[in-house]
T-cell receptor
Framework: QQQVKQSPQSLIVQKGGISIINCAYENTAFDYFPWYQQFPGKGPALLIAIRPDVSEKKEGRFTISFNKSAKQFSLHIMDSQPGDSATYFCAATGGATNKLIFGTGTLLAVQP | DAGITQSPRHKVTETGTPVTLRCHQTENHRYMYWYRQDPGHGLRLIHYSYGVKDTDKGEVSDGYSVSRSKTEDFLLTLESATSSQTSVYFC??????????????FGPGTRLTVL
């Protein structure tokens, strides 16, 4: 019930293409779904987040799509750039605690 | 890194020795966390603190202890290090959930190698 499953494990995209990373969860108490971006040698940093009362959230080239009935959410990176090359983690939290449950991460490489 | 420092940044130690990692914040955030990051496992919560002297276990707490005597400092101790504890350790902080969002700010990490 506490797991967040993330796929794919790694992804190679050409510059200008669309990168798509998918996550699925089981716990229906989750009510906040952030995505974190991590560059090599750095700590993760919040990229974008969504609550289940909306189906989509867009910030610049980054969009979260959320499907509450399927318990799935995904990150879309439009017009992917080499500077987007990083590891991306989905996460979820909800209920009585402030703990985040992270997915296993996706290593994105955007080729020039 | 949002006013979070971790020390040391790198450490090599031998099996069976005690190790203490320190996290220091200047943001006065209530919550502090210790995670470990391993390939194929993502970030896993070790312990967290919701106030001075208030701590609780995460999903991978065996072999680890924590202490928080001041708001700004959160210590992670490996009582007797094992090779399975070789990992990158991240500290994170967040404000109270009372604000209904849970952004966590991460430190730069500590790379620990246990030989």
């Amino acid at each position: 019930q506490q797991q967040v499953k993330q796929s794919p494990q790694s992804l190679i995209v050409q510059k200008g293409g669309i990168s798509i990373i998918n996550c699925a969860y089981e716990n229906t108490a989750f009510d906040y779904f952030p995505w974190y971006q991590q560059f090599p040698g750095k700590g993760p940093a919040l990229l974008i987040a969504i609550r289940p009362d909306v189906s989509e959230k867009k910030e610049g080239r980054f969009t979260i799509s959320f499907n509450k009935s399927a318990k799935q959410f995904s990150l879309h990176i439009m017009d992917s750039q080499p500077g987007d090359s990083a590891t991306y983690f989905c996460a979820a939290t909800g209920g009585a605690t402030n703990k985040l449950i992270f997915g296993t991460g996706t290593l994105l490489a955007v080729q020039p | 890194d949002a006013g979070i420092t971790q020390s040391p940044r790198h450490k090599v130690t031998e099996t069976g020795t005690p190790v203490t990692l320190r996290c220091h914040q200047t943001e006065n955030h209530r919550y502090m966390y210790w995670y470990r990051q391993d390939p194929g496992h993502g970030l896993r919560l070790i312990h967290y603190s919701y106030g001075v002297k208030d701590t609780d276990k995460g999903e991978v707490s065996d072999g680890y202890s924590v202490s928080r005597s001041k708001t700004e400092d959160f210590l992670l101790t490996l009582e007797s290090a094992t090779s399975s504890q070789t990992s990158v350790y991240f500290c994170a902080i967040s404000e109270s959930r009372a604000f209904s969002y849970n952004e966590q700010f991460f430190g730069p990490g500590t790379r620990l190698t246990v030989l």
